[in-house]
């Protein structure tokens, strides 16, 4: 079964009960540099969750990280910088392959705003790869690929059309009915739960006749090539990642595109004690946040209240760029993570609100719920 990385991220991104500990590493593949940052986060941890637990809950609270720190095959075999996230109940450690700041915090949410970008600058893609006699299908990313499963096929696939009309009057004459079924059966399966970007390798009748057997709105057109190999399996990644990559830059292109009109009629916003209020009544439809700032404080859900310090005060301060973001996803809206460069004119960030008109619509359909 696929999974994508959203879906492994989302209970990290929607925890909001409890004493939330997040922590980011670099690594730069010295193990006592890493297991240093270790140390200096736990130790700023403990500093902080001291006012609202006991030693014994402070011990059994830290006592993960500190196995970690202990565990130096584990932490050898991480090959990128490392994000921690931990409450009563949680316990994650994931290899992130972006930059990050060093940094430790503790509030009442994880620290998320490296997720989100990691979500929108790596996404999943899945390859599949048909040959006449077995399928392939991996999951990988731009920086990851997998076998997820080999598919023996009962009959192999016709290699060309015949040039009669009869074997032209339907695609699925170009491929065994048998095994045509038996692929569409296997790739949907593995693909109930999630459905990223499909990318597909192989003869073009095979792959057309298989777009016209199952319902996948992800599926690439055309295919990446007529055939396929194990061999080529590089070159084929290499072409499905640039294309991701363009993807993504034309998309944060086009974003900004839409928040400068929307500034044009006056439904953006980059004031942040605005954004706030407006985040708190449910008015902003997209936000873009910067991921290397943090504006340490305290953000009310509730009211839009903004309190605003120096530094990271105790165990309730969080960035509240980072309380911004999550509101927003919680109450339906887009969030998009970037470098601050990518915001005009240096702001931190950057709100979409809803048209007052449709704004109006939504509640008057709440009502009459």
Excluded at 16 to 31: E, I, M, P
Excluded at 267 to 294: E, S, W, Y
Excluded at 334 to 357: F, K, M, N, Q, Y
Aim: charged content about 25%.
């Amino acid at each position: 079964m696929i999974f994508e990385k959203r879906s492994t991220l989302k209970p990290l991104i929607e925890s909001s009960t409890g004493v939330h500990l997040t922590a980011y590493l670099r690594n730069t593949g010295d193990l006592g540099q890493l297991k240093a940052q270790l140390r200096e986060a736990i130790a700023k941890a403990e500093a902080e969750i001291q006012p609202v637990m006991t030693a014994m809950d402070r011990r059994l609270f830290l006592a993960p990280l500190q196995l970690l720190l202990n565990n130096d095959k584990l932490l050898k075999r991480i090959k990128h910088n490392v994000g921690i996230f931990r409450t009563s109940k949680i316990f994650r450690v994931l290899a992130l392959p972006l930059e990050v700041d060093n940094a430790c915090v503790v509030a009442n949410s994880f620290h998320v705003k490296p997720l989100l970008r990691w979500m929108r600058i790596d996404k999943d893609f899945l390859l599949l790869g048909i040959e006449s006699h077995a399928a392939y299908l991996y999951q990988g990313t731009q920086h990851s690929l997998k076998l997820v499963d080999t598919l023996e096929l009962p009959n192999p696939f016709v290699k060309r059309m015949p040039k009669s009309r009869l074997a032209k009057a339907t695609s699925r004459s170009v491929v065994q009915a048998e095994s045509l079924e038996t692929l569409a059966d296997w790739l949907s399966g593995h693909t109930r739960m999630a459905k990223p970007p499909l990318f597909a390798a192989g003869d073009p009748q095979v792959l057309q006749a298989l777009r016209k057997s199952i319902i996948y709105p992800g599926f690439a057109t055309p295919g990446l090539s007529d055939s396929f190999s194990r061999d080529r399996i590089p070159a084929l990644c290499f072409a499905v990642r640039v294309q991701l990559e363009v993807e993504a830059w034309v998309e944060l292109d086009r974003l900004v595109t839409e928040f400068n009109e929307a500034e044009e009629h006056r439904v953006a916003q980059r004031n942040i004690f605005q954004i706030a209020k407006a985040v708190a009544q449910g008015r902003v439809r997209k936000l873009m946040v910067t991921d290397g700032v943090k504006i340490f404080g305290k953000f009310n859900s509730k009211t839009g209240a903004l309190a605003i310090h120096p530094r990271d005060m105790d165990h309730e301060d969080d960035d509240i760029l980072d309380d911004l973001a999550q509101s927003v996803l919680a109450k339906g809206g887009e969030v998009v993570v970037t470098s601050r460069g990518d915001i005009p004119d240096g702001h931190l960030v950057w709100a979409l609100l809803h048209h007052p008109r449709s704004q109006s619509k939504q509640v008057a359909q709440r009502l009459a719920v």
